[in-house]
């Protein structure tokens, strides 16, 4: 009697026990989340560190909004991570998705920002006289 | 022999940059147009500079600078230029009138030379016997500008013909300089080539040996009668955007100061001093907060 009282309490207790473990949904961290140039409308460069985790393993692709073709794809994984320098002059979106699949899974965005607003003179930062 | 940018005017001036400046970029969400020339900045940095000069003594250490400059919708802007990349030729008051799609053309009152005052102090064996001062004010003068944009090549030519300095009417003063910048990953690498030319009035009324100094009957301070005269200034600068607010700003400028003025008694006297030079060198480090 005991016994099988005990053993209720295990399988009652055990979903709790296993959301401790494991990633209830995807996460995606992208390092550093700015990327900074001195005028508005210039190619900014960063290297960037993108980590991602998925519940359960497969098989995933990362896609950036600034080329067609994936950054990297990965097979039969639930974590992956890339390093590599980016080079835009816009805001840049990432996408974690199955290679099969449009939906995305997960997203982050670098955010480009500038030291000077752009306008007809915007490169008087050294005015000249 | 000092040469001071400050008078009513230039504060003036500078206290309306800097305020007018912080409003309009709290809106700067209203100026959503492209073509619009509405807007600006300012720039205030603080670090380190050397400057050698025939003007003051030498200068290295620490050193505030700041730059900035703001147009209203309907043409007028201000311009303050103490900063790290330019010269420091004071504040600027004008209007900007036609632009095209690589020009743009203004009517535009500027510092065409600064405030200077010159000490002089004879004696014997160190003892001083007379003592004599003449100071001058700055000159502003009216014209044109035209600045040009090609790509990275930035282009700027002044003409200005009126004079509002009370000393003189008849005064020419104009500047021609070409700029080109670098993107290297995210420094921006830029050199400038410039060349200013002030006419025998200006030159004279700031460089000519005075009639009382003349008449002292010193031999290194005879009379100077100056003709035109052409600076040539080089300048080459590294900066590095830290973050959206903060920008590092490094530059080393050589003026080629103009035979007329160099060759002036009162010139070869100051710039033989300890401390001073013959040229202009300015090397600046600084951290700019831009707003």
Redo the contacts between chains.
């Keep these: 009697m005991l016994y099988k009282l005990l053993l209720s309490v295990c399988l009652v207790s055990a979903p709790t026990v296993r959301a401790n473990n494991e990633p209830l949904k995807p996460v995606m961290i992208l390092s550093p989340a700015?990327?900074?140039?001195?005028?508005q409308g210039?190619?900014?460069?960063v290297d960037i560190k993108l980590s991602w985790q998925m519940p359960t393993p497969g098989e995933y692709c990362l896609f950036s909004s600034i080329r067609v073709e994936p950054l990297k794809c990965w097979q039969k994984a639930s974590a992956g991570q890339l390093k590599r320098e980016i080079v835009s002059s816009e805001n840049v979106r990432f996408i974690l998705r199955r290679p099969t699949s449009q939906e995305p899974l997960a997203t982050q965005e670098l955010e480009l920002?500038?030291?000077?607003?752009?306008?007809?003179?915007a490169?008087?930062?050294?005015?000249?006289? | 022999m000092k040469a001071r940018i400050s008078n009513p005017l230039s504060h003036a001036l500078l206290a309306l940059c800097i305020t007018q400046s912080g409003q309009a970029l709290a809106n700067q969400a209203g100026a959503s147009d492209p073509s619009s020339q509405a807007g600006g900045f300012l720039k205030i940095g603080y670090g380190y500079k050397f400057e050698q000069t025939p003007y003051h003594d030498e200068k290295n250490g620490a050193a505030m600078f700041l730059s900035g400059r703001y147009q209203f919708d309907f043409g007028l802007y201000l311009e303050a230029s103490h900063g790290a990349n330019e010269l420091d030729l004071g504040n600027s008051l004008g209007f900007n009138f036609y632009n095209t799609e690589h020009w743009n053309f203004d009517l535009h009152a500027m510092q065409a030379h600064g405030e200077t005052v010159m000490e002089f102090v004879f004696g014997v064996d160190d003892i001083p016997m007379q003592s004599y001062r003449m100071d001058r004010d700055e000159t502003h003068m009216l014209g044109l500008r035209a600045s040009g944009q090609y790509g990275q090549t930035s282009l700027q030519f002044i003409v200005a013909p009126y004079s509002f300095n009370e000393d003189y009417d008849d005064a020419l003063f104009g500047s021609a300089w070409v700029a080109h910048t670098w993107q290297i990953k995210n420094w921006e690498l830029y050199a400038s080539l410039g060349a200013n030319f002030r006419s025998s009035e200006i030159i004279n009324h700031y460089y000519s040996t005075s009639s009382e100094i003349v008449d002292l009957g010193i031999p290194r301070l005879a009379a100077y009668d100056a003709d035109y005269g052409v600076d040539v200034i080089g300048q080459i600068g590294l900066n590095y955007p830290v973050s959206r607010d903060l920008l590092f700003e490094s530059y080393y400028r050589y003026t080629d100061v103009s035979d007329s003025i160099a060759d002036s008694p009162v010139m070869k006297l100051f710039s033989d001093l300890d401390g001073r030079s013959d040229n202009v060198t300015e090397v600046g480090m600084l951290m700019s907060y831009v707003f």
């Design positions: 700015q990327c900074v140039a001195i005028h210039q190619d900014c460069y920002a500038w030291v000077y607003k752009k306008n007809a003179r490169r008087s930062s050294w005015r000249m006289f």
